[in-house]
């Protein structure tokens, strides 16, 4: 599924709302294992589940990177584009903060909230958008972040 190209006018009447919510993304021990080699991010609790069940998280858990990093995708499914867009570029974030492990084998979903909509230079829009990552099955979310956006016209 993918989301609905919108005019630049109701793109911008849609600051302050949820705006999407992404297709369920699994984070299974493939794609863990995977992430840690490309980063080299190798640490036990991320790649050795026999180690990784002494602890208080009782298996493997994905790197909070890799949550993070799988928002471009969930944003194809999530996160509405302007119709006029050439592109758009992943300018950063303002913020993240990592509330709760996602356990391997577990999904994960974005809620985004357009928070802003900013002109910065003729032909470019930044947008701060609100992410909630959900664990299916959890009350509290893997991470909240303010991601950056920026939109070429």
């Known amino acids: 599924m993918s989301v609905p190209r919108i005019g630049l006018d109701d793109y911008r009447a849609l ?9 369920w993304v699994a984070l299974d021990q493939v794609r863990i294992n995977q992430f840690a080699a ?5 640490q036990f609790i991320h790649i ?15 790197h909070g990177f890799l949550s993070l990093s799988m928002l471009s995708a969930m944003a194809e ?3 509405p584009k302007i119709a006029s867009a050439m ?11 990592f509330l709760k492990p996602v356990l391997s084998g577990k999904r994960v979903r974005a809620v985004f909230t357009l928070l802003n909509l900013e002109q ?11 992410v909630n990552l959900e664990i299916e099955g959890e009350t509290t979310p893997a ?9 070429i016209l």
């Open 15 to 23: 600051v302050g709302q949820t705006v999407g919510t992404s297709n």
């Open 38 to 42: 490309v980063t080299e991010d190798r």
């Open 48 to 62: 050795d589940p026999e180690a990784a069940s002494h602890t208080p998280f009782g298996g493997t858990i994905a």
């Open 77 to 79: 499914t999530g996160l």
């Open 87 to 97: 592109m758009e570029i992943n300018y950063g974030f303002n913020r993240v903060r």
């Open 120 to 130: 910065r230079a003729p032909g470019q829009l930044l947008s701060t958008v609100g």
């Open 143 to 151: 991470a909240i972040a303010d991601w950056l956006v920026m939109t």
